[in-house]
């Protein structure tokens, strides 16, 4: 790839490098994505003991588990403001804050209301911070490694997510749900350190009159280079767009093709079940015959956290060669087929009598959701926020990413919300027809509608959008 253009402009083989302040970046991607899957992740093992605690009906468990989601979705919009605004760095810095603030509030609360206010805080600060921590590694990142960057964010929420399962693993057997929640605190704190120590992103500093400020970063981002040729490509883009964009800008027709194509990739990669396997994994292993609580746990820690951490492996080491398209179509592929069996095989386990452990029914379950989180670490998670954070141009981006994160979130809010009812109305092996049902309409959607956006400049990808090219062969 040396001959791949940064995202600043047309520098080549040396603005490949990643420099201590681009580490720093990757640094703040990483923390916060640790941050978003610990909060997912956590949900799981905290239920039983929440449940326990305040006698929960079901409605108010999914209110519990799903309205996080509606924090995010506000926070979402709010992070874009912040971000563009304030900066993507301080936009950082806030979501940090308020995690720990609504990480405590959880871990203490006396009663289920101020419960779900404090996950309603920690979703405005995941949703802030799904906002601006990718905004910021796609602007800061080199053309050749921004697919990485981004994708790193999808893996450290894997792996947030793991780490969640491991400490439920460790508490669940004496119940202590509010250590689970109160070690939230931790990812917090980690990233308002780590935010402190990065840079701004020259675009939004170009973009607030503060050239100056963008020349010394670029000088710190890559030292011993001559500049002048990326803050002219900068210079040059902003030049063109008129000021600081309004939310009806976001909807002017001229961007109208990027804001459809983000719009149905954050539905999509909802509304295939992700969450809803996520969130409510120890109740679905538990339909399958793992009876006990070590059972479940175990089954959501590795067939679940584990395996979602080592394939998220696959996008960053594709992601930049094979492209965009193709991960998402064969991740869609597998994701629809194991929902499919899945769906089948409760067919089975619901005629079943209860027994002692899993049927083979339940094993095969367990190995068709894995191959459900393989397929999806490798494409929606990762991919779909990459291509995000890519095709907007620069007048709109902050707002723009802000609105298909809010839409993303609403569409997790309803699927979590949901899912049990559902279940309960047409039964386990008709919902998970219904997320493959999904699967295979964003399989064509995106076959038709989403472009390649691999190895192009931020400002190609831009300019891509005053025609009307034919998406890149898969």
């Known amino acids: 790839m040396s001959n791949t253009q940064s995202s600043f402009g047309g520098h080549k083989a040396g603005s490949e490098t990643l420099t201590g302040p681009l580490l720093v ?102 949703g802030v911070a799904a906002v601006a921590a990718p905004l910021y590694g796609a602007e800061l990142a080199p053309a050749a490694h ?84 990326r803050l002219a490509a900068i210079e040059h883009t902003l030049d063109e767009e008129r000021g600081q964009a309004s939310w009806r800008e976001v909807f002017n027709p001229a961007w109208r093709r990027p804001l459809v194509i983000a719009l149905g990739l954050a539905v999509f990669q909802q509304i295939t079940g992700i969450n809803a396997i996520i969130y409510y994994a120890n109740q679905i292993f538990a339909a399958a015959g793992f009876s006990t609580p070590a059972e479940q746990t175990m089954a959501t820690t590795w067939a679940v956290g584990g395996v979602n951490v080592a394939a998220t492996f696959i996008a960053i080491a594709f992601i930049d060669r094979l492209g965009r398209r193709p991960l998402l179509l064969a991740g869609l592929v597998g994701m629809g087929a194991a929902l499919l069996v ?20 339940g094993i095969v379950t367990l190995v068709a959701l894995v191959v459900f989180i393989v397929s999806f670490a490798f494409s929606l998670g990762p991919v779909v926020w990459t291509v995000i954070n890519e ?19 609403g569409s997790a809010f309803l699927v979590s919300q949901l899912f049990l009812t559902l279940i309960d109305e047409i039964g386990k092996s008709t919902t998970f027809w219904l997320f493959a049902f999904f699967c295979a309409v964003g399989w064509v959607w995106i076959y038709r509608a989403v472009p390649e956006t691999k190895g192009r400049s931020l400002e190609e990808i831009e300019r891509s959008w005053g025609g009307t090219p034919a998406p890149a062969a898969a």
């Open 342 to 361: 899945v769906g089948f095989a409760f067919l089975s386990i619901d005629g079943s009598p209860a027994g002692d452990g899993p049927t083979t029914a």
């Open 146 to 229: 921004r697919g990485r960057f981004v994708a790193a964010y999808q893996l450290a929420i894997t792996i947030g997510i793991f780490l969640a399962y491991l400490v439920n693993a460790g508490l669940a057997a004496d119940g202590q749900w509010r250590l689970m929640l109160g070690v939230s605190v931790i990812p917090g704190v980690l990233l308002v350190l780590v935010g402190m120590l990065g840079v701004e992103s020259p675009r939004w500093l170009v973009k607030a009159g503060r050239r100056d400020e963008a020349q010394a970063v670029l000088g710190k981002v890559w030292p011993g280079e001559d500049n002048a040729a």
């Open 25 to 126: 970046v990757l640094g703040v991607v990483v923390v916060a994505g640790l941050l978003f899957g610990y909060d997912q992740g956590v949900i799981s093992g905290a239920l039983d003991g929440i449940k326990r605690q305040f006698s929960l009906s079901a409605l108010l468990v999914e209110v519990v588990t799903s309205w996080v989601t509606l924090g995010a979705l506000v926070g979402s919009l709010a992070g874009g403001y912040l971000a563009d605004h304030y900066g993507r760095r301080r936009a950082v810095l806030i979501a940090g804050m308020l995690f720990v603030m609504g990480a405590v509030l959880q871990a203490v609360a006396p009663d289920v209301s101020l419960l779900v206010l404090g996950r309603l805080v920690v979703g405005a600060s995941v």
């Open 391 to 409: 095709i907007f141009p620069g007048q709109v981006r902050g707002r723009a990413v802000a609105v298909a994160t809010a839409v993303n979130w």
